[in-house]
């Protein structure tokens, strides 16, 4: 049985899921200048995920991302490790890192730096733990989420 405010929140996520995604992609790429980076961006992003989650249903959402968020967290360690471990070939301490100014069409010159490496791995760590925990209680304990992922 559909609620009244069914169209109310399919109508309003569109928009605040918009809002949330490119407000976490502005925070991670403020970090390393600004308060931001990777763990906040992480937590805006997961945040917008659950809100299509909660809105349209686990079953359809998984049919248009079919991610699986383990992989991401994965992914996103491995990213966050061997960006500390790339300071080693130019003979530096480990998570030593580096920057400059970059022209980049449409946006102009930016800062950019090696630490952004390092954020990329924990915003990918951040997504792939917080939607792995949430979606795994959510899902009848965990069994559809298990089914889809290959863990039993």
Same mark, same amino acid.
């Given at each position: 049985?559909?609620?009244?405010?069914?169209?109310? /929140?399919?109508?309003?996520?569109?928009?605040?899921?918009?809002?949330?995604?490119?407000?976490?992609?502005? /925070?991670?790429?403020?970090?390393?200048?600004?308060?931001?980076?990777?763990?906040?961006?992480?937590?805006?992003?997961?945040?917008?995920?659950?809100?299509?989650?909660?809105?349209?249903?686990?079953?359809?959402?998984?049919?248009?991302?079919?991610?699986?968020?383990?992989?991401?967290?994965?992914?996103?360690? /491995?990213?966050?490790?061997?960006?500390?471990?790339?300071?080693?070939?130019?003979? =530096?301490?480990? /998570?030593?890192?580096?920057?400059?100014?970059? =022209?980049?069409?449409?946006?102009? =010159?930016?800062?950019?730096?090696?630490?952004?490496?390092?954020?990329?791995?924990?915003?990918?760590?951040?997504?792939?733990?917080?939607?792995?925990?949430?979606?795994?209680?959510?899902?009848?304990?965990?069994? =559809?989420?298990?089914?889809?992922?290959?863990?039993?």
């Amino acid at each position: 049985m559909k609620q009244p405010n069914d169209l109310i /929140l399919r109508t309003t996520t569109h928009l605040i899921a918009f809002i949330l995604l490119g407000f976490s992609i502005y /925070l991670f790429f403020a970090g390393h200048n600004a308060p931001g980076g990777g763990f906040i961006g992480g937590l805006m992003t997961s945040a917008a995920f659950i809100l299509m989650y909660m809105t349209y249903g686990y079953d359809k959402i998984k049919k248009i991302l079919p991610i699986n968020f383990r992989m991401v967290a994965v992914t996103g360690l /491995l990213v966050a490790v061997l960006s500390g471990l790339g300071s080693f070939v130019f003979q =530096e301490p480990f /998570l030593s890192h580096t920057s400059g100014y970059f =022209e980049i069409p449409l946006l102009g =010159e930016k800062h950019l730096a090696t630490a952004m490496l390092f954020d990329l791995g924990v915003y990918l760590v951040v997504v792939g733990v917080t939607l792995t925990i949430i979606l795994s209680i959510t899902t009848d304990s965990g069994d =559809e989420f298990n089914k889809d992922t290959g863990v039993s």
